[in-house]
């Protein structure tokens, strides 16, 4: 449509912004015009604080371009008047806040197991403790973290879930904790066929979660007592010749001028209200 190439071009005018960059969405009301502009999130807040100086210069702009359509008289219904009414850049929501999380850790000691014999094929072994502690729960591998150290075998495990759920998941750990051991050790003796291996299992330990830190007011400083410095005695001013005050420098060729709207860097997120007194459009 013939208006909306010259509104595009009305408000993309003296600026680096090509008119893909420009979505317009018209109106009734004579005619609103919203015009959104997509350009780097670098250079937004001085190209929002630039074009909120230039608005009457684009709505000018807006109303010489829709004038020079042909035809426009035909769907007028008056003299053709133009307003940019806003200029902001649109806020981005902050990001939702993760859930806080809870941990429960256990201990299972295995007695007659090698350690070192273990340790070398220790993903499949910690693969099956996994395996038992999320049976049963909605818990993943990776909310389970599995440590193996000496003596003679010490599996402490971690396990990490959302504060909404802790209650329920304590409540099934303290429920089937007593069938942990057993379960681990027939995961060993997979490692030592005939060997007799049994195991212990610790109480559940519940980490108390840390207060949230709580802001201090700073402390204001004393003020240090200075030192009288003694008066200067005055100096006698000798008559000076009257001299011409310093005159401001004129502005130079490369000095930008305020009204002019060639400077004006691309913007992240525009909205430009633009109004205009239009019957229909071409």
């Known amino acids: 449509?013939?208006?909306?190439?010259?509104?595009?071009?009305?408000?993309?005018?003296?600026?680096?912004?090509?008119e893909s960059d420009v979505e317009l969405e018209l109106s009734a009301g004579s005619v609103n015009v919203k015009a959104i502009i997509t350009v780097p999130a670098a250079e937004s807040q001085s190209f929002v604080a630039d074009l909120n100086e230039n608005k009457d210069s684009v709505a000018q702009r807006v109303v010489q371009k829709i004038q020079a359509v042909p035809g426009i008289d035909d769907v007028s219904n008056g003299d053709i008047t133009a307003s940019v009414s806003t200029v902001e850049e649109p806020t981005t929501p902050a990001p939702p806040t993760p859930a806080p999380l809870r941990t429960i850790n256990m201990r299972v000691i295995l007695e007659g197991a090698n350690y070192t014999r273990i340790m070398a094929d220790e993903a499949s072994f910690v693969s099956g403790v996994k395996t038992i502690i999320i049976n049963g729960t909605s818990l993943q591998e990776s909310d389970v973290e599995v440590t193996l150290s000496s003596g003679s075998v010490i599996v402490d495990i971690e396990v990490t879930v959302a504060a909404g759920g802790f209650d329920a998941l304590l409540a099934h750990f303290e429920k089937v904790k007593d069938t942990l051991p057993d379960a681990v050790v027939q995961i060993a003796q997979s490692f030592f066929p005939g060997l007799t291996i049994t195991a212990t299992v610790s109480d559940l330990v519940v980490p108390?979660?840390?207060?949230a830190p709580t802001p201090s007011s700073p402390t204001p400083a004393a003020p240090t007592p200075s030192s009288p410095t003694p008066a200067t005695p005055p100096t006698p001013l000798s008559p000076t010749p009257n001299s011409p005050s310093p005159s401001s420098p004129a502005p130079g060729p490369g000095?930008?001028?305020?009204?002019?709207?060639?400077?004006?860097?691309?913007?992240h997120m525009l909205v430009i209200a633009v109004l205009a007194t239009l019957a229909a459009t071409a």
Do not use: C, Q
């Not at 010259?6 to 912004?17: F, H, L, M, P, Q």
């Open 1 to 18: 449509m013939r208006v909306e190439y010259s509104i595009r071009a009305a408000v993309i005018e003296g600026t680096n912004v090509s």
């Open 208 to 211: 108390t979660p840390a207060p």
């Open 255 to 267: 000095t930008p001028e305020l009204d002019s709207f060639a400077h004006v860097p691309k913007a």
